[in-house]
């Protein structure tokens, strides 16, 4: 009985790195695949060669003047077209406190209507109007704040255009952002 001992701990020893590879990876920038570029939402994945992207942009803009739309697009010569995007309605960013506080409490009921019916947190789900958002070779990612947009922008800018490549750490992880 006693033989047993030794080999269920060298058993266990050799299974714990095996454990703790699987915990999840921490939100910033990693080492990545390389030659590629890849980020990592609580919406999903995209991943596209370095040496395929074409361009990327940063912008904002109104959607019939009641919701802001914050945006980081990158274009490859794939035909894929990833874009990154963050809503607020116009009314948040006003002084008027009431407004903020409506739309803080539509947002607050939308997410519980959302997580009981299985659909997750409201603010980081793509929403689409069928056929007047429907973008052909478009992956598209909702983040849950503005700033995820920048640091999106940031991330690939210096990845894809200062460092081409040649830098160490190619792959950004934002599950909370």
Known sequence: MKPALPILVLSLLSVAPALHAQSPTPDG??????????VITSGGRFVARLDQITSVSEQ???????????????DTDGGQTARFYYIEPVTEGSSIT??????????????QVSNKAGAGDIDAIVTKHYPDTTHAKTSEYRVKNRATISQ?????????????????????IIRNG
């Open 29 to 38: 920038v990693q080492p990545g695949i390389n030659g590629f570029w890849e």
């Open 60 to 74: 904002e803009y109104l959607i019939d003047g009641a919701v802001r739309v914050f945006e980081c697009t990158v």
């Open 98 to 111: 009431t407004g903020s506080a409506t739309v803080e409490r539509l947002k607050s009921i939308a997410n």
């Open 152 to 172: 999106i922008y940031d991330h690939v800018r210096r990845v894809w255009a200062e460092e081409r490549g040649k830098g160490g750490e190619n792959q950004l």
